[in-house]
């Protein structure tokens, strides 16, 4: 017997029962770790006919409670990206917790064992595909808008693209930075992505964590200090622009659109998408 024969039941020769999900769509969590008391990240298995593309993002949720008059239930989903990368055997997400968010008051309990509903069909602009060959990569997220990038920074593809790969976070307080700058520092002892990507892969990366609420190494929003030439100079490198310069966007609303003209309007930068690549994307960080 190889790894891919069924499993029978010896006494009955019939194949086991399986525990019938309750969810339509049921993933089951394997891991919730809590970073702050406002963030957390949970991993889900994943669908064995589930193919996507780093970067991507899937609905996920729950099951609301019944409808107090029909007693119907419906389930309650919302746009998260994948935080895994897309060769991951299991799903990663890292999500807000809202007090009374409809989805995350409930989501942030969570426990490993637990099933949660999972969409298989992945879609989103913040991949590869969607851009024009470049030297250099920018990542640039402010709070739970990382996700998409814990995923393109596991990926290969991100460093046999770019010769360079910078990633900026911009948060209110320091402890909302820790996903991130962890999952950066657990690349250098990554073995597989080290034997697989190349020794060494991470020295590609610069990391440019800001804080704006709370005293850190660093303050203020990316924005100002990308006007005021400060991170460029922080960073050693020109500002951008399109010959070498290729980057994607996820954060709030504002952040988005700041950016977005920043770069069309001073950088010369050209809106791109999976139909017509050019040199940037841009995705809204969801909020429940
Ligand atoms: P700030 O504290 O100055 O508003 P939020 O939690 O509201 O989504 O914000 C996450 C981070 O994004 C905060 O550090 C916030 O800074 C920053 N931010 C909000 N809007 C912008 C913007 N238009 N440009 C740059 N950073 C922004």
């Given at each position: 017997m190889n790894e891919m024969t069924p499993v029978t039941d010896i006494a009955t020769n019939a194949a086991p029962?399986?525990?019938?999900?309750?969810?339509?769509?049921?993933?089951?969590?394997?891991?919730?770790?809590?970073?702050?008391?406002?963030?957390?990240?949970f991993k889900v298995t994943r669908p064995a006919s589930l193919r996507f593309r780093s970067g991507e993002f899937v609905m996920i949720g729950l099951m609301n409670d019944p409808d107090p008059k029909t007693g119907k239930v419906k389930p309650l989903l919302r746009a998260y990206s994948i935080a895994s990368p897309s060769w991951d055997e299991e799903m990663e997400f890292y999500s807000i917790k809202v007090e009374d968010g409809p989805l995350t008051s409930r989501l942030q309990h969570i426990q490993p064992g637990d099933e949660i509903i999972l969409r298989p069909k992945p879609v989103g602009t913040l991949v590869h595909d969607a851009l024009l060959p470049g030297k250099r990569i920018w990542f640039f997220a402010t709070g739970t808008g990382f996700a998409p990038f814990a995923s393109l920074l596991r990926e290969p593809q991100t460093y046999e693209d770019y010769d360079?790969?910078?990633?900026?976070?911009?948060?209110?307080?320091?402890?909302?930075?820790?996903?991130?700058?962890?999952?950066?520092?657990s690349l250098k002892?990554?073995?597989?992505?080290?034997?697989?990507?190349?020794?060494?892969?991470?020295?590609?990366?610069?990391?440019?964590?800001?804080?704006?609420?709370?005293?850190?190494?660093?303050?203020?929003?990316?924005?100002?200090?990308?006007?005021?030439?400060?991170?460029?100079?922080?960073?050693?490198?020109?500002?951008?622009?399109?010959e070498?310069?290729?980057?994607?966007?996820?954060?709030?609303?504002?952040?988005?659109?700041?950016?977005?003209?920043?770069?069309?309007?001073?950088?010369?930068?050209?809106?791109?998408?999976?139909?017509?690549?050019?040199?940037?994307?841009?995705?809204?960080?969801?909020?429940?």
């Amino acid at each position: 017997m190889n790894e891919m024969t069924p499993v029978t039941d010896i006494a009955t020769n019939a194949a086991p029962e399986k525990a019938k999900p309750a969810l339509p769509d049921a993933q089951t969590v394997t891991e919730v770790k809590h970073w702050t008391d406002k963030l957390f990240s949970f991993k889900v298995t994943r669908p064995a006919s589930l193919r996507f593309r780093s970067g991507e993002f899937v609905m996920i949720g729950l099951m609301n409670d019944p409808d107090p008059k029909t007693g119907k239930v419906k389930p309650l989903l919302r746009a998260y990206s994948i935080a895994s990368p897309s060769w991951d055997e299991e799903m990663e997400f890292y999500s807000i917790k809202v007090e009374d968010g409809p989805l995350t008051s409930r989501l942030q309990h969570i426990q490993p064992g637990d099933e949660i509903i999972l969409r298989p069909k992945p879609v989103g602009t913040l991949v590869h595909d969607a851009l024009l060959p470049g030297k250099r990569i920018w990542f640039f997220a402010t709070g739970t808008g990382f996700a998409p990038f814990a995923s393109l920074l596991r990926e290969p593809q991100t460093y046999e693209d770019y010769d360079e790969v910078i990633i900026t976070h911009t948060c209110r307080t320091a402890g909302e930075l820790t996903y991130g700058r962890e999952l950066i520092e657990s690349l250098k002892e990554d073995e597989l992505l080290n034997e697989v990507i190349g020794e060494g892969f991470w020295k590609k990366i610069k990391y440019y964590p800001t804080t704006t609420r709370e005293e850190s190494p660093k303050m203020g929003r990316i924005t100002d200090l990308m006007r005021s030439g400060e991170a460029f100079a922080e960073l050693g490198v020109p500002p951008l622009n399109p010959e070498s310069d290729r980057a994607m966007i996820c954060g709030n609303l504002a952040f988005n659109l700041e950016l977005k003209d920043l770069f069309e309007n001073t950088y010369g930068l050209e809106e791109g998408a999976n139909s017509k690549p050019a040199h940037f994307v841009v995705e809204k960080a969801f909020l429940d």
